[in-house]
């Protein structure tokens, strides 16, 4: 039985219409409204009397099922249907069937790109000016989306389309994620009938924080058994369009299928690394050079196009030392097989769909990447999750050497070095966070729907970006744009359908001007010219220089400009020899920013919502609750004490008593052998352990420990309490069984759980990826347990 909610589906296919209403878009577009028309009469009789059911809205004839897809972090060079070295089969035929355009742009990050792309807006327009992650107290970057902006899933389905979501959210408050809701924000209040996926920015791709709808889940099996999220999310949407075929076949489907893949953690199985064995000895210079000849003769870019060159900080692969190009050459070798298998799965998909019923009016838009490569793992890469790294975790040559093998398993979470970051944004410059320039925000798209594009094969130039997207699925399924949605008033679409495209290789560039902006590295495109001012930090250093982010003077930035309608790659400012063309268009950008919410540039993140109240000093937690999110457990760098009530025999218990975090980080207090064992897991690269020296009594008892930190923990970027990364504390568990002292033990970095995906805190288990090394610390407590308390000093 597949995993999902079936009640849509249902209701559908037991809610066919006997009376017809008028049909088109208008009639569609009231359903969507809420709008509700009884066909019938009511008469003083039964006999006076005709029943009638409202008629469930249905889409126009012929419109196409929609399978659109979103890769996370790959740039315009990371896969060889764009010239890169990565070899990606499934993309090249989908590409050789369809269409290439190679002036398309994304916002360049994660969650703006996928509000832009789901609602046909400007990503501030939606409340994501920002990442979901680092909210600020303005209408544009609160990251709650605004009902004025209904996503595609929502108008689809309110006209007669089945929906549903697979894989990264990203788009809901973080505030909003837990058991407690409210769930309007969520996948299925924003007009998915169903979700199966994550909901946080990044995970593991091996032991993933997995919610069907609403409720948090357990992954369907373990690394150890063969289980990768990729293939997981694949085999669900299969699923949910075969069980949508067998109950609902008359109504089309769209499915959004956005992989955690290629985003951090590079996780992929290990025959897919082999089959990459010293394919990047070269390095990130000869990528680059190779990938660019290899465009050209595609017919990608230009043949006048000109290859930016390397900026400063980035090394050049000449002057590394042995060590350092042979982890760095490693870690292209896993991420270029996640890009592999990551074009298997979804190839996989594609043509299992292209074979079901409907499978020959499958449109599918496939959006390579929601930014450009990402730099942040630093200029040497990283062994540990992002916010492990701001919070200090080691990430030196020596230490990740020492764990070379490991690169790709469910161990680590490992990142490339930035110079790869450049290499796959190959011809440009700049990457991923820089939206001022096109190594930031110019991603592949490729379309496919039979019978409906011409020249198979061919590269389209007209400027596109991701709010064209929505547009261009309506236009294609000949479905109007809503003025209203549930009562609310819409916000037309700033996007631009691209249908035209599809068919006329010259149709006229409608897209003809576009602002970007992401932590103030701003640009703005009009007419076959680019304004840009990139902020003064490099994009590798985002982690560690937070507070130099949110806090320097954007009014500082130069200001660059570039003739893109003949110079594809920006590779010539001219802004010292048009300085009214660069002034006219800060002017135009300044008034796209005001008319879109995107001042104040880079607001901070203030007085940010949570499900904390930050006055309450104690929590009581019954045995029998569900994983709670860790922005629903207080800062634990600070001094505190947590008791466990056992009810049952606590001299035979044995199992997790209290657990937070995961392999990469976290705590575990659990019994063992009759004894008490606290571990403290720093970054999954070192454990430290308090063993209780005495052992449980018989009978009922409480547990539990203190913290005392050695000295007040490093302190946070803007914002406060869980704005951003904690920093870690040292200092001194004490133990106690009854009241009694048993045990003491110094531990440093605790705790570091603080960012490791969506680990949650457990009472009488430990979910989700394992936080302890021994048996007894990953299973279930053996025994009864009563409530647990925390307590803040």
Not at 286 to 312: C, S
Not at 332 to 350: H, K, N, P
Not at 427 to 435: I, L, T
Not at 594 to 614: A, E, I
């Amino acid at each position: 039985m597949h995993v999902f909610t079936r009640a849509a589906l249902l209701l559908a296919a037991s809610s066919l219409a006997t009376s017809a209403l008028t049909t088109g878009a208008m009639a569609q577009e009231a359903r969507i409204n809420g709008a509700e028309v009884f066909t019938g009469r009511v008469g003083l009789t039964r006999a006076d009397s005709a029943p009638a059911f409202p008629a469930p809205p249905q889409a126009p004839k012929g419109a196409p099922n929609v399978l659109l897809v979103l890769l996370d972090d790959a740039g315009f060079a990371a896969t060889s249907a764009f010239g890169g070295v990565p070899r990606t089969p499934a993309l090249e035929k989908l590409a050789a069937e369809g269409l290439r355009y190679n002036r398309f742009h994304t916002t360049a990050i994660c969650s703006p790109t996928r509000a832009s792309l789901l609602t046909g807006r400007n990503q501030h327009q939606v409340g994501f000016g920002n990442l979901a992650d680092i909210p600020a107290g303005f209408p544009a970057y609160n990251t709650i989306w605004k009902a004025e902006t209904a996503s595609i899933a929502r108008i689809l389905q309110g006209n007669g389309y089945s929906t549903a979501a697979f894989g990264k959210w990203h788009n809901t408050p973080k505030w909003e994620i837990s058991s407690a809701g409210p769930f309007n924000h969520w996948p299925t209040g924003l007009g998915f009938d169903h979700f199966y996926g994550f909901m946080s920015g990044e995970d593991n791709q091996w032991e993933p924080h997995l919610y069907n709808d609403t409720t948090a889940i357990p992954a369907p099996a373990t690394p150890e058994q063969g289980y990768h999220l990729t293939t997981d999310l694949v085999n669900k949407a299969v699923g949910w369009v075969d069980e949508h075929d067998a109950l609902a076949p008359q109504k089309p489907y769209f499915l959004y299928f956005a992989t955690g893949a290629v985003h951090t953690p590079h996780h992929v199985p290990q025959e897919w690394i082999d089959r990459n064995k010293g394919r990047f000895d070269g390095g990130w210079d000869k990528y680059r050079e190779e990938t660019f000849a290899r465009q050209k003769k595609l017919g990608i870019i230009p043949a006048d196009a000109r290859l930016t060159p390397r900026p400063e900080g980035i090394p050049a692969w000449s002057s590394l030392s042995a060590d350092e190009r042979k982890l760095y050459a490693r870690q292209m070798e896993i991420y270029s097989a996640f890009v592999e298998q990551t074009d298997y799965e979804v190839g996989r998909l594609i043509q299992t769909l292209r074979a079901r019923p409907g499978g020959d009016n499958l449109l599918v838009v496939y959006v390579v990447g929601d930014n450009g490569g990402s730099a942040e793992g630093g200029i040497e890469g990283r062994i540990t999750n992002e916010g492990a790294s701001a919070s200090g975790a080691p990430h030196d040559l020596p230490t990740q050497l020492a764990h070379i093998d490991a690169l790709g398993g469910p161990e680590l979470s490992n990142h490339y070095g930035a110079g790869w970051a450049w290499a796959t944004t190959t011809p440009f410059q700049w990457m991923k966070q820089v939206a001022s320039h096109f190594g930031g925000t110019r991603n592949p798209l490729i379309v496919s729907w039979p019978g409906h594009t011409s020249q198979p094969g061919a590269v389209r130039s007209q400027f596109g970006h991701v709010n064209d997207i929505a547009p261009t699925i309506l236009d294609a399924a000949h479905i109007a744009f809503p003025t209203e949605v549930d009562g609310v008033k819409q916000t037309p679409f700033a996007g631009h359908s691209l249908l035209a495209t599809f068919t006329n290789p010259k149709a006229p560039e409608e897209h003809t001007e576009q602002y970007f902006e992401i932590f103030g590295n701003r640009a703005i495109y009009k007419q076959g010219w680019v304004a840009a001012a990139k902020r003064n930090y490099r994009p590798w250093e985002l982690l560690e220089n937070l507070q130099r982010v949110f806090l320097d003077d954007p009014g500082n930035d130069r200001w660059e400009l570039y003739d893109v309608a003949h110079d594809f790659s920006e590779s010539k400012d001219l802004a010292a020899t048009n300085p009214a063309k660069l002034e006219e268009l800060k002017a135009e950008f300044v008034k796209e920013g005001q008319r879109n919410g995107v001042f104040p540039l880079v607001p901070l993140p203030m007085g940010v919502p949570t499900l904390l109240d930050p006055k309450r000093r104690s929590f009581v937690y019954q045995a029998d609750i569900g994983p709670l999110p860790q922005n629903a457990v207080p800062d634990l760098s600070k001094a505190h004490s947590l008791t466990v009530a056992i009810k049952g025999n606590a001299a035979a218990g044995q199992g997790a008593l209290v657990a937070e975090g995961g392999r990469l980080g976290g705590f575990v207090l659990y019994a063992k052998d009759g004894q008490l064992v606290f571990e403290n897991n720093a970054y999954g690269l070192r454990r430290d352990r308090v063993v209780s020296a005495t052992k449980l009594p018989q009978g009922a008892a409480t547990v539990g420990y203190e913290f005392v930190p050695a000295q007040p923990p490093g302190g946070q970027a803007p914002g406060g309490q869980g704005a951003f990364f904690s920093r870690p504390a040292s200092g001194t568990i004490r133990l106690f069984v009854n009241g009694q002292p048993v045990g003491e033990g110094r531990i440093a970095d605790f705790p570091t759980s603080i960012g490791a995906f969506s680990e949650s805190f457990d009472i009488g288990q430990d979910r989700n990826s394992p936080v302890g090394s021994e048996a007894a610390a990953r299973q279930p407590y053996s025994e009864v347990l009563g409530e647990t308390r925390l307590e803040l000093k």
